[in-house]
């Protein structure tokens, strides 16, 4: 497996996590404070700072210091912005039956076959 397979799945492991995608729909919105996205999310300080600094290794998020306190902000927007709209709809499941499936496979086969058999017009 290459090394960028390696920090795709790292990077996918850390925005896996529900908080977390809550943490980037807030930051979505603007910077926040610590102490603002532990209110709005109704969770212990602690908590948050884990969550926050596994997004910050990343480098999903960053943030500047306002006084004693952390203000974070989205380090990699066009990321999050990407993540929530792929979030958004409702990917409907698709059964089909085991016939449907062959069928269709078949069916991909016989293309592929016909391709490589048709003579090359160059």
């Not at 529900?18 to 979505?28: D, G, K, S, T």
């Amino acid at each position: 497996m290459t090394l960028d397979l390696r920090e795709k799945a790292s990077l996918l492991r850390v925005l896996g996590h529900p908080v977390r995608l809550a943490i980037l729909a807030e930051l979505n919105k603007g910077p926040k404070c610590v102490a603002d996205i532990q209110e709005l999310l109704e969770m212990p300080q602690p908590n948050v700072s884990q969550h926050l600094a596994a997004l910050r290794h990343e480098e999903i998020v960053d943030y500047h210091e306002d006084g004693k306190q952390r203000c974070y902000y989205l380090a990699r927007p066009g990321l999050v912005k990407s993540l929530l709209r792929f979030l958004e709809p409702d990917y409907p499941v698709s059964k089909r039956s085991k016939e449907d499936v062959q069928r269709a496979g078949r069916r991909r086969q016989k293309t592929a076959c016909a391709a490589l058999a048709a003579p090359s017009r160059r």
